[in-house]
């Protein structure tokens, strides 16, 4: 047993092992597309939300012209810079100071932003615990376990209640998709569990606050989920004491003063200018029916029952970790856009008492069962060796479903399937153009080629984001308008200045949707063909 935050030599020695484990597990799909990347199929650095991905290296690729405030590259309106996303713009810039690609540098932030979350967690899940057992084994479930994904996957069930499985589209709810592929969410996570601590050892209000206040900067309602789990833990020490801690609700509102000037921010930006309350409203991540939910904890869920109802070994029932519980499944389903995002962190309290579950009930009543007591009559088998097996199939039970996604998405970069993939041509073409527009410009295309065309040129793409496009679904029907065969040239001659494009891309996505005869119009001038 250790003291509550302290970890042993031993531990860390454990921990390193294990996040290069995990390190190396989620680098796996990047890796082989790396290597299957070649001059004609080119690899985009995305093996999961590939969309998003792109818009990540979009933003990147407007800090590394030297942008300190960010505009949308996916929309033809103007709009008020602002100081959103304001990480990959720095990591834009660090790519331009190095010269790394922006995919090499989004991949190195998520290895060191990954490694540094796995050790906060750590030593958040050491604060409630001295049993060297239950943290190994809660961080093991924090860091590998999903839920039964994979069930519905194989039984053809894959939009089940008219959703994706949550432990395929929540990284909030669940680290193993952070840890894949989004250092922004590990970074943010990192510091609201580092607040967390501060708080919770000590009340050290304005350290807290200062974590809380740049994690706003890059997940900014992280601060709503955070004022949720402080308040929650005040009312659960006020209930265990019988008293209210009224100077710890002062410093708690201090730093809750602290971090809230990037929220404020936010909802001054999105009320005052119409371009950003679009993108807000369209930024919809609603909770879906709450059988995915079952569906995604239930064996995590199942433990952390057993753990809740154990009398013994208390100490992981912390009146915190119980309200932390309790608030979530509330918050999920709040009239807000964003609604499924607000469970993050929450798997930590779950699986630190799934690990009490399984360590103090489960594993000891496995260890008495018959079949072990038949098994170890065979000197090839041991206790301790029939121990860790159970374990190896428990974490094997719950991380299923990412089994299958490093496979699925492994086999598709080998394959070198789009988009993950591009055309070397379509980036040779966008290259060249990259030289001769300035930010202002607009580019007409398809919506494939559009969200890719940020990544490479700094201008901007009149469709190639759900979010962040305006009036994006509008749009889409525009596009398919414009590239339509038997659409008049006269509708295209009003089109194109009513949106202030001034250059269009005809290319192998676009003729998808259609081959109209571009050069017929005097209007448009070609001035790049690969062709020659």
């Known amino acids: 047993m250790e003291r509550p935050g302290v970890i042993s030599r031993a531990e860390w020695r454990w921990l390193v092992g294990w996040i290069t484990v995990a390190l190396m597990v989620t680098s796996v799909p990047y890796a082989l597309g790396a290597l299957r ?15 998003d991905g792109y818009s990540y290296l979009a933003k990147m690729n407007q800090g590394a012209h030297g942008a300190w405030t960010f505009t949308l590259p996916y929309t033809s309106e103007p709009h008020t810079p602002t100081i959103f996303y304001a990480f990959h713009l720095l ?3 660090a790519a331009a100071l190095t010269g790394l690609s922006f995919a090499a540098m989004y991949h190195l932030a998520r290895v060191i932003f990954d490694a540094a979350l796995l050790a906060v967690i750590y030593r958040f899940v050491a604060q409630f615990s001295r049993s060297r057992a239950i943290r190994k084994l809660a961080w ?3 860091a590998f376990s999903g839920g039964l994904g994979w069930l519905l996957l194989l039984t053809g069930q894959s939009e089940w209640l008219g959703s994706f499985p949550i432990d395929l589209i929540s990284p909030e709810g669940f ?13 943010a996570r990192s510091l609201l569990l580092a607040g967390l601590l501060a708080w919770w050892t000590g009340q050290r209000w304005p350290l807290a606050g200062a974590c809380w206040l740049a994690m706003s900067v890059i997940v900014p309602f992280y601060v709503a989920v955070v004022g949720a789990i402080v308040l929650v833990g005040l009312i659960a020490d006020a209930i265990a004491r019988q008293r209210i801690d ?7 509102a201090l730093a809750g003063l602290i971090a809230s000037p990037m929220l404020i921010y936010t909802f001054v930006i999105v009320a005052a200018d ?3 309350r679009v993108w807000s409203d369209q930024l919809v991540i609603l909770s879906p ?5 079952v569906a995604g904890y239930a064996v995590v869920g199942a433990l952390a029952v057993v753990g809740l109802r ?9 009146p915190k970790l119980i309200g932390w519980l309790l608030i979530v499944p509330l918050l999920i389903y709040l009239p807000f856009n964003s609604q499924r995002r607000l469970i993050e962190s929450w798997q930590l309290p779950l699986a630190m008492l799934a690990a009490a579950g399984l360590a103090y009930t489960v594993l000891p009543a496995w260890r008495r069962s018959r079949v072990v007591r038949r098994l170890i009559r065979n000197p090839r088998y041991s206790v301790r060796g029939l121990t860790n097996w159970f374990i190896a199939g428990t974490m094997l039970l719950t991380s299923a479903t990412y089994v299958l996604v490093l496979t699925e998405q492994s086999l598709r970069l080998a394959a070198q399937t789009p988009p993950s993939f591009r055309d070397g041509r379509e980036i040779d073409a966008l290259r060249w153009l990259d030289k001769r527009v300035t930010p202002d410009d607009v580019i007409l295309s398809s919506y494939e080629t559009g969200n890719f065309l940020p990544t490479l040129v700094n201008a901007r793409a009149f469709l190639g984001h759900g979010p962040e496009t305006a009036y994006s679904d509008e749009k889409r029907q525009l596009v398919k308008r414009f590239y339509a065969t038997d659409t008049p040239d006269d509708w295209r001659r009003s089109f194109l200045p009513q949106w202030s494009i001034g250059y269009v891309i005809a290319g192998p996505l676009e003729a998808k949707l259609g081959t109209p005869e571009l050069d017929a119009m005097s209007e448009l001038a070609l001035i790049y063909d690969q062709a020659g």
Do not use: C, Q
Not at 37 to 51: K, L, M
Not at 289 to 293: A, E, F, G, Q, V
């Open 140 to 142: 093991l479930i924090i």
């Open 37 to 51: 990347s070649t001059p004609d199929h080119v690899f985009g650095g995305f093996a999961i939300a590939v969309e």
């Open 175 to 187: 680290s193993f998709l952070i840890l894949y592929g989004f250092p922004h969410l590990a970074l």
């Open 91 to 93: 990591l834009g810039k």
């Open 310 to 318: 154990r009398r013994s070994k208390s100490e992981i029932r912390n």
């Open 246 to 252: 009224w100077r710890a609700v002062g410093r708690a």
């Open 289 to 293: 029916h709450p059988l995915h939910y």
């Open 274 to 276: 119409p371009i950003w």
